[in-house]
């Protein structure tokens, strides 16, 4: 179990219950997206109130920064935000919120101050080595934990997505990261994630394998990576949380075009 995964889950339950405005913050790296997908759609299958946010610029590590806050937390009218593999810009962040009586629940592995009791990290997780263990699998933590609570299998639905998160973090396959990816492997094949479908179904994949998969993943991070702004963030949400095949279709054509594209461009560099 992570550390301090039940005074969050707390949290999250008394929002989901009480109605009360979820924004989830999260980088614009595959792992980050596709993490935020996973638990943007738990939320949403739980008729929990829910937006979603990610920052304008690509960056490995971003921050919430006080015009985020100004610009999008208040104007959704949040009163919990839950930020994926990121953290605040500063305390004056921290001060803002509390003023404005927004709490905050920090998903980051490495995460270590602010409202400490609302920080989700590796601190406690035993039985697995620290290197092996990411930002998604913090996700699914708070992910089970919620199934868990509402007595739901939920938690198994989005194992897919948190496969491809694993995946795309470049970190070792073994421990939990093995365990996790074969658990993703067997929901992919009756997976109901239309983005998936998609994307296997633009690269001709018809075997599920780690090499497949890692083809899927590579396919997605150039796109996000070399565009990197919010509204192209939002085109890869979409695609992971859409329930329209049609439309994942339309987006998977397009992120394999851009990722082909960008090869020709990386050719011609050289």
């Known amino acids: 179990m992570a550390y301090n995964l039940e005074n969050s889950l707390k949290r999250v339950i008394n929002a989901i219950t009480y109605r009360e405005k979820i924004v989830v913050f999260s980088n614009n790296d595959s792992e980050s997206i596709l993490s935020l997908s996973s638990l943007l759609l738990t939320l949403r299958y739980l008729n929990a109130d829910v937006e979603y946010l990610t920052p304008n610029e690509f960056t490995l590590d971003g921050k919430l920064t006080k015009n985020y806050i100004d610009n999008y937390i208040k104007a959704f009218g949040a009163k919990l935000v839950i930020l994926i593999g990121c953290d605040l810009q500063s305390h004056k962040e921290d001060e803002i919120l509390r003023e404005n009586g927004i709490d905050f629940i920090v998903v980051k592995k490495d995460a270590k101050y602010y409202q400490e009791n609302f920080i989700v990290n590796e601190a406690n997780i035993e039985g697995y080595s620290k290197e092996c263990i990411t930002d998604a ?133 050289y």
């Open 137 to 269: 699998i913090l996700v699914f933590d708070i992910i089970e934990a919620i199934s868990s609570y509402y007595r739901t299998g939920v938690f198994y639905k989005y194992t897919d997505l948190i496969m491809l998160a694993i995946i795309s973090s470049d970190l070792a396959i073994k421990d939990i990261n093995r365990l996790l990816i074969r658990l993703g492997i067997d929901k992919l094949h009756n997976t109901n994630n239309y983005g998936i479908k998609a994307l296997f179904e633009m690269n001709d994949i018809n075997e599920i394998n780690l090499s497949t998969l890692q083809l899927v993943v590579e396919g997605v991070k150039p796109s996000l990576n070399a565009l990197g702004r919010m509204d192209d963030s939002k085109i890869l949400v979409e695609l992971f949380t859409t329930d329209n095949l049609q439309r994942a279709r339309q987006i998977a054509k397009y992120l394999i075009k851009e990722s082909e594209q960008k090869r020709i461009h990386e050719k011609r560099a």
